[in-house]
């Protein structure tokens, strides 16, 4: 039986909102209720009760057949399913015999579901014989990852979002919850105002919309976390604001921990001088973390991606254990995640660093059960390549195939040019991806077309251990399958059919929970033991749970760590190096999420209203910046850094500190010409966790000035000019999506270049004022629909943006001038038909002349003109007087 | 009664008549002449009675009746062959002699004829009056040049084509209506006339024409050796003022009668108006300043003379085979001096076409092809020497949407809410 026919059995279709699902966006992982029609926020939900932010809220209209990937493709052709698995495994089998298992890799994504990850990890450590299996959350969360298993002895979050509502302090560090976790934010805003004594500190280099709601925000300079949290440490101590009975029964590590936070002393002037804060704003945060028993600490992006992230981590949960707060009812560090299945990732053993269910490849103990668990023929036995040293072995031919899934790295790793590079020169690139283009597409040898959300199936787990299902209710598109499936049906053609008999994704969360025992058997805290017996009944049935399952929703209330001494660790966190900023480049840049998009937008990118809020790629700076080095707010700035450059609208904020820039981390080359933030980075990474530092790029901006700019609207892909960027126009356009370029370049675009670039158009409008450099184009195809609307000049020329859009849509009658003018003609009252032609003298001006007193023809020409050229109209003018007259 | 005589009877003679009599009912017994053996007609309409688009009836501007009524005396069918000014009388070819204390000649104006051997062949026609487009109605389905890419010319093509002739068009230059279009506007109606069946032959100089050797036509040749065959040959290459009878009566003439801003000749019993006229070195081809110089004339004839004559150069609007054409000024930009000035605003659309020539933020000229809508619009910039820096985006768009310069999308320049 057919998956989609297993489906159609168990969950009836139709019915009103009859769907209980998660959102495919954010780690906080809300639950929608949904037909396909309509959607809401599931009321039963834990993390949402059934809120929705704008992304969640408008994620219908990211579906539909457009620029989706339909077929496998093979080296560009299209072939069958059977022809395409063929070629994926016995490419990588051949590979594997030539070269050994660690010449192929994997790189997955926290968009996988749990079942997924859990094949993909185990056909590659325990079959292929590689840990080469690593995955975007190497760039989001694996500081922390690292961060929890120092302290904890495993990669647990202790605390669960109604934490944040117990809370008397909620601090949020390097994380702006307001735009990249909606839902979480609203959650505080909601407690702030039923307890407005709830504190709110918000630590951030940018003044971001999440400062709205704190009492108190702390500037610091980037990358001055461990400053901060051990001045912390050492505040607490001579304050005497330590639970010293806590440190005593359930850590270890604390003196050694202590001694280096002191190293920077206790003059809190200083320390507040060297941060860039005030010593007012940085003593009221201590004083208030000391006073407030429940506190949660919540931390992101800002603190995991730098080069210390691992270190910025642990200085944080430094101070919950040297206060006894972790895992208490309102008082935890809290780490939240950017995916809706980072954490799925994570706890399956997706890191080249893990082995599986929280256990360690290199311990023997754990190596040895989990190869007799999985049967496992060749389980892998040493660490592997994680996401940036992945990428530099397929540059250097190390790996000689990768298999991408549902992840964009083209455009999300560091040095992303040079990914771009070495995947165009591997040998094999295998793509599942469940759209038709993108930047990392368009170097795969193999595209595989993967089930969306909205059609696949199976578990996620957000960032509290919530374990909730992903279910379907639209039909797969085309030759669309769920990535288990394509990952059972290669490991089968490899040659391992017997370990990988899966026919439905219950089948192997079922095995993935039996797996979990062995977690338990050293200790570990993930527990879904419960769910080993689930039947296919009970799976399609599955409602929200915190793992361990049955439990509290919180882990180590008791004080038992998962490490071998059942202690805590503290880690002592040594600050990192003063860094000149160079001449060459002066600026900081950092960057991260904005509200309505996500990612590379291939999702949100097909929603023309989630751009209402942000439509173009731009760096913020402050309007120091912008003086100082010649910029125009509303211009163009380039930035360059040593790997690569940008070229981005200028945009002013205060909010940034001086000396800094941000720019938002999701255009790729598909929505801009040159926008994708990871060009500019350069590959520094973490030590510990291998993450890259996201947030701390030096650069040099310039400003650009373009001889002209202008508007664009097609369907098509855009000419070459120095600088667009597009906003999609209407989700739902069958005729192929049309989409809003702003545009702006130096060189002339030749009526030669347009008519290379658009050969389909059988008629071009066309409108010239060259001593201004203002030009309009419409292209039309041999029907006359629009196929394309263009207008430059020296400054952006005037439009009607939304009824362009319309003429689109239009099927016939395009009136031509109103085409040009792109906006439509307000023709006034209707005057009638023209009687004068020579000048243009329509019926009702002539009644009008004739009412007022005219008496004849001649006085009517006196008038109003009529008549008074040719004179072939005077007939129709008598006939009007006698009718008016009589 | 004083005695006013006219000689002639068309669209300026006709104009004269109702203002004249509208002004001074009881003022004069008029006698008018007309050569031609018909009643007053608008000329303009030959094109479409060509074409079959019209009939006689309808472009019978003046009836018999309408000069019974006003108690004029119209001849027709007999030009008027001397003035003799001691006596103040005229004298028709069929002898009548007829008194005037003033006299108005509007004698209009003959088609120029071809300088070349074999223009008196049988068959050679003019376009110019309801005799010859009777004469043109009449031809058998034949093959016709037509001589002249003007106006005339095009009119003639368009309808013998519409009578289902074979018509080849010869002009001399580059591209059509010269005069009065653009390069760019010509070559359209180049191809929108070709697409109904016209052929033309470009910058091409009529040689002679080829005697069939009855004394009829067999050919055109041209410069560059080529021979159209041909049954008819139609001459449109411009008019001549016809001013003999005013000068054979002893009138200044140099290219028409010269009269002064009241439209007096040197004689001050005789005024001249129209296409016969000469009027500060400028001769007249165009309907509109006929009718303003009948409107002037008429206020002196009755006597309540204080108007003066003054050139406006105003927009000329043609009209070929349905096809709107406004031109004015100096729409090329170049003063007339081949080398361009100033600024070209140009729009291309299917079937309508728009120049508009800038000079210092002024409309100094435009062509306007097909959808002429905008015509008053933009002559009123250009009459009024509008400064048009705030409209100059949407300003070929027309009227309609410079009304809102001022619009800025919402969208348009933020980056950041």
């Given at each position: 039986m057919s998956v989609e026919a297993k489906i159609q059995e168990t969950e009836p279709k139709n019915a009103p909102l009859s769907t209980c699902t998660t959102c495919p966006y954010c780690g906080v992982g809300c639950g929608i209720r949904t037909d396909g029609v309509t959607l809401k926020g599931d009321t039963q939900h834990p993390a949402n009760a059934g809120r929705l932010c704008v992304k969640g809220s408008s994620v219908l209209e990211t579906l539909g057949d457009?620029?989706?990937?339909?077929?496998?493709?093979?080296?560009?052709?299209?072939?069958?399913?059977?022809?395409?698995?063929?070629?994926?495994?016995?490419?990588?089998?051949?590979?594997?015999?030539?070269?050994?298992?660690?010449?192929?890799?994997?790189?997955?994504?926290?968009?996988?579901?749990?079942?997924?990850?859990?094949?993909?990890?185990?056909?590659?450590?325990?079959?292929?014989?590689?840990?080469?299996?690593?995955?975007?959350?190497?760039?989001?969360?694996?500081?922390?990852?690292?961060?929890?298993?120092?302290?904890?002895?495993?990669?647990?979050?202790?605390?669960?979002?109604?934490?944040?509502?117990?809370?008397?302090?909620?601090?949020?560090?390097?994380?702006?919850?307001?735009?990249?976790?909606?839902?979480?934010?609203?959650?505080?805003?909601?407690?702030?105002?039923?307890?407005?004594?709830?504190?709110v500190v918000v630590i951030d280099p940018r003044r971001t919309a999440t400062c709205d709601l704190a009492d108190l925000h702390l500037a610091i300079r980037p990358g001055q976390d461990v400053p901060l949290f051990n001045g912390l440490l050492t505040w607490l101590d001579d304050n005497k604001a330590l639970d010293q009975a806590y440190i005593d029964a359930h850590t270890e590590g604390f003196q050694a921990t202590l001694e280096t936070a002191r190293r920077q002393g206790n003059d809190w002037e200083a320390l507040a001088a060297k941060m860039g804060v005030s010593k007012v704003d940085l003593t009221t945060f201590y004083h208030w973390f000391a006073a407030c028993e429940r506190t949660v600490t919540v931390f992101s992006q800002g603190v995991n991606q730098a080069r210390n992230g691992s270190d910025q981590g642990n200085a944080i949960i430094n101070a919950h254990l040297a206060t006894g707060r972790v895992g208490k009812s309102g008082a935890s560090p809290f780490s939240i995640t950017g995916q809706p299945n980072a954490m799925g990732g994570r706890e399956v053993g997706g890191l080249a660093n893990q082995l599986a269910v929280h256990l360690d490849i290199d311990n023997p103990a754990h190596h040895a059960a989990v190869a007799d668990f999985w049967q496992a023929p060749a389980l892998a036995t040493k660490n592997g390549l994680t996401a940036v040293e992945l990428f530099e072995a397929v540059s250097s031919g190390e790996v000689k195939a990768v298999w991408i899934m549902a992840t964009n790295p083209v455009d999300s790793l560091p040095e992303a040019d040079k990914v771009r590079q070495a995947l165009m020169a591997c040998d094999t690139v295998v793509v599942s991806d469940c759209v038709a283009s993108g930047d990392t597409l368009a170097c795969a040898d193999i595209r595989l077309p993967a089930l969306g959300w909205g059609e696949k199936s199976g578990m996620v787990t957000n960032s509290e251990r919530c374990v909730s299902r992903q279910r379907p209710f639209v039909p797969a598109p085309g030759q669309a399958k769920a990535d288990w499936w394509i990952i059972t049906e290669v490991a089968q053609r490899m040659g391992f059919a017997d370990a990988f008999p899966y026919q439905h994704e219950h089948d192997i969360f079922a095995e993935y929970s039996a797996l979990t025992a062995v977690a338990g058997q050293f200790g570990k805290r993930l527990d879904l033991t419960g769910a080993a017996d689930l039947s296919a009944d009970q799976y399609a049935q599955w409602q929200p749970q915190h793992w361990p399952l049955n439990g509290d929703p919180r882990c180590y209330a008791d004080g038992q760590f998962s490490t071998p001494s059942g202690r805590a660790r503290f880690v002592s966190c040594e600050n990192p190096p003063a860094r000149q900023i160079g001449d060459a480049f002066p600026i900081i840049l950092n960057s991260g999420r904005i509200r309505d998009q996500w990612h590379t937008m291939t999702r949100t990118g097909r929603a023309g209203r989630l751009f209402a809020h942000l439509s173009e790629p731009f760096a913020a700076l402050h309007p120091q910046d912008i003086e100082r080095y010649r910029l125009q707010e509303g211009g163009f700035v380039r930035l360059t850094s040593r790997v690569g450059d940008a070229l981005v609208r200028v945009t002013r904020d205060t909010g940034q500190r001086p000396g800094t820039a941000f720019m938002p981390m999701h255009w790729t080359d598909q929505f801009s010409r040159r926008a994708r933030v990871d060009a500019l980075v350069p590959a520094r990474l973490d030590p510990h966790s291998g993450q890259p530092a996201f947030k701390h790029t030096p650069v040099n901006v310039s400003?650009?000035?373009?001889?002209?700019?202008?508007?664009?609207?097609?369907?098509?892909?855009?000419?070459?000019?120095?600088?667009?960027?597009?906003?999609?126009?209407?989700?739902?356009?069958?005729?192929?999506?049309?989409?809003?370029?702003?545009?702006?370049?130096?060189?002339?675009?030749?009526?030669?270049?347009?008519?290379?670039?658009?050969?389909?158009?059988?008629?071009?409008?066309?409108?010239?004022?060259?001593?201004?450099?203002?030009?309009?184009?419409?292209?039309?195809?041999?029907?006359?629909?629009?196929?394309?609307?263009?207008?430059?000049?020296?400054?952006?020329?005037?439009?009607?943006?939304?009824?362009?859009?319309?003429?689109?849509?239009?099927?016939?009658?395009?009136?031509?001038?109103?085409?040009?003018?792109?906006?439509?003609?307000?023709?006034?009252?209707?005057?009638?038909?023209?009687?004068?032609?020579?000048?243009?003298?329509?019926?009702?001006?002539?009644?009008?002349?004739?009412?007022?007193?005219?008496?004849?023809?001649?006085?009517?020409?006196?008038?109003?003109?009529?008549?008074?050229?040719?004179?072939?109209?005077?007939?129709?003018?008598?006939?009007?007087?006698?009718?008016?007259?009589? | 009664m004083k005695r006013l005589v006219v000689v002639g009877n068309g669209m300026a003679a006709c104009r004269l008549l109702e203002e004249l009599t509208r002004l001074a009912p009881d003022l004069y017994q008029i006698t008018v002449v007309g050569d031609e053996p018909f009643a007053g007609y608008n000329r303009v309409m030959l094109s479409p009675l060509l074409g079959g688009g019209t009939d006689e009836k309808t472009i019978t501007t003046h009836p018999h009746q309408w000069y019974r009524d006003r108690n004029i005396r119209l001849i027709t069918g007999t030009p008027v062959v001397a003035i003799h000014r001691r006596r103040r009388q005229v004298e028709t070819a069929a002898g009548h002699l007829l008194d005037y204390d003033r006299l108005l000649l509007a004698t209009g104006a003959a088609p120029r004829q071809l300088p070349v051997e074999g223009v008196t062949l049988d068959g050679v026609v003019s376009f110019r009056d309801l005799y010859d487009v009777r004469r043109l109605l009449s031809l058998p389905a034949a093959r016709v040049v037509v001589v002249g890419g003007g106006f005339l010319g095009l009119e003639a093509a368009d309808a013998l084509v519409k009578q289902g002739h074979d018509v080849t068009l010869v002009h001399s230059r580059g591209h059509?209506?010269?005069?009065?279009?653009?390069?760019?506007?010509?070559?359209?109606?180049?191809?929108?006339?070709?697409?109904?069946?016209?052929?033309?032959?470009?910058?091409?100089?009529?040689?002679?024409?080829?005697?069939?050797?009855?004394?009829?036509?067999?050919?055109?040749?041209?410069?560059?050796?080529?021979?159209?065959?041909?049954?008819?040959?139609?001459?449109?290459?411009?008019?001549?003022?016809?001013?003999?009878?005013?000068?054979?009566?002893?009138?200044?003439?140099?290219?028409?009668?010269?009269?002064?801003?009241?439209?007096?000749?040197?004689?001050?019993?005789?005024?001249?108006?129209?296409?016969?006229?000469?009027?500060?070195?400028?001769?007249?081809?165009?309907?509109?300043?006929?009718?303003?110089?009948?409107?002037?004339?008429?206020?002196?004839?009755?006597?309540?003379?204080?108007?003066?004559?003054?050139?406006?150069?105003?927009?000329?609007?043609?009209?070929?085979?349905?096809?709107?054409?406004?031109?004015?000024?100096?729409?090329?930009?170049?003063?007339?001096k081949g080398t361009e000035q100033g600024e070209t605003l140009q729009l291309n659309l299917p079937g309508s076409y728009r120049r508009v020539q800038i000079r210092d933020n002024r409309v100094v000229g435009m062509v306007l092809y097909g959808d002429v809508s905008d015509a008053p619009f933009f002559e009123k910039l250009w009459k009024e020497k509008t400064d048009i820096g705030a409209l100059r985006e949407a300003l070929l768009l027309g009227e309609v949407f410079c009304k809102r310069p001022g619009d800025s999308d919402e969208h348009s320049e933020e980056v950041a809410a």
């Open positions: 457009q620029d989706r990937l339909l077929n496998p493709e093979v080296d560009g052709e299209v072939v069958s399913w059977d022809q395409a698995l063929d070629e994926v495994a016995g490419r990588f089998r051949r590979i594997v015999d030539e070269h050994g298992p660690d010449a192929v890799a994997f790189y997955v994504s926290g968009q996988l579901l749990t079942e997924d990850y859990y094949v993909a990890n185990k056909l590659m450590k325990g079959y292929i014989g590689s840990a080469n299996i690593d995955t975007n959350s190497r760039l989001c969360m694996s500081s922390a990852v690292v961060a929890h298993k120092r302290a904890f002895g495993e990669d647990v979050v202790p605390g669960c979002y109604e934490d944040l509502e117990l809370a008397d302090l909620v601090i949020l560090t390097g994380s702006n919850t307001a735009w990249a976790h909606p839902i979480v934010y609203q959650r505080i805003v909601a407690a702030k105002q039923a307890r407005p004594d709830m504190k400003d650009w000035q373009p001889r002209w700019h202008g508007w664009l609207f097609t369907a098509a892909s855009p000419p070459a000019v120095e600088y667009w960027a597009r906003v999609p126009v209407d989700a739902f356009l069958q005729a192929g999506q049309v989409q809003r370029y702003r545009l702006a370049g130096d060189a002339d675009l030749t009526e030669q270049q347009l008519h290379d670039w658009l050969p389909q158009a059988a008629q071009w409008l066309a409108l010239n004022d060259p001593a201004t450099g203002h030009y309009r184009r419409a292209a039309l195809d041999k029907d006359g629909h629009l196929l394309a609307w263009l207008a430059i000049g020296e400054t952006l020329p005037v439009c009607d943006v939304d009824w362009l859009a319309d003429c689109f849509a239009v099927e016939a009658d395009i009136q031509h001038m109103a085409i040009l003018a792109g906006q439509p003609a307000d023709a006034g009252p209707d005057l009638g038909p023209v009687i004068c032609s020579c000048f243009q003298v329509r019926q009702k001006t002539i009644e009008g002349v004739v009412e007022e007193g005219a008496d004849s023809v001649e006085a009517i020409g006196k008038g109003c003109q009529a008549g008074t050229n040719c004179g072939s109209c005077i007939p129709e003018l008598r006939g009007l007087l006698e009718t008016c007259t009589s | 059509l209506l010269n005069q009065q279009l653009d390069e760019s506007a010509g070559h359209r109606l180049q191809q929108d006339l070709e697409a109904r069946g016209l052929k033309f032959v470009m910058q091409a100089r009529t040689q002679s024409i080829e005697d069939n050797g009855q004394g009829a036509v067999a050919a055109v040749h041209l410069a560059d050796g080529q021979r159209l065959p041909a049954d008819y040959v139609v001459q449109a290459v411009g008019i001549v003022p016809r001013a003999e009878l005013a000068a054979s009566a002893g009138l200044t003439v140099n290219q028409g009668v010269r009269v002064d801003d009241t439209l007096q000749t040197f004689d001050p019993a005789i005024y001249a108006i129209g296409e016969c006229v000469e009027h500060r070195e400028r001769t007249f081809g165009l309907v509109a300043p006929l009718y303003e110089q009948a409107s002037v004339c008429a206020s002196h004839l009755a006597e309540l003379g204080h108007r003066r004559y003054l050139y406006a150069d105003s927009a000329t609007r043609l009209k070929i085979s349905g096809i709107d054409l406004v031109s004015c000024g100096d729409f090329l930009g170049d003063r007339g």
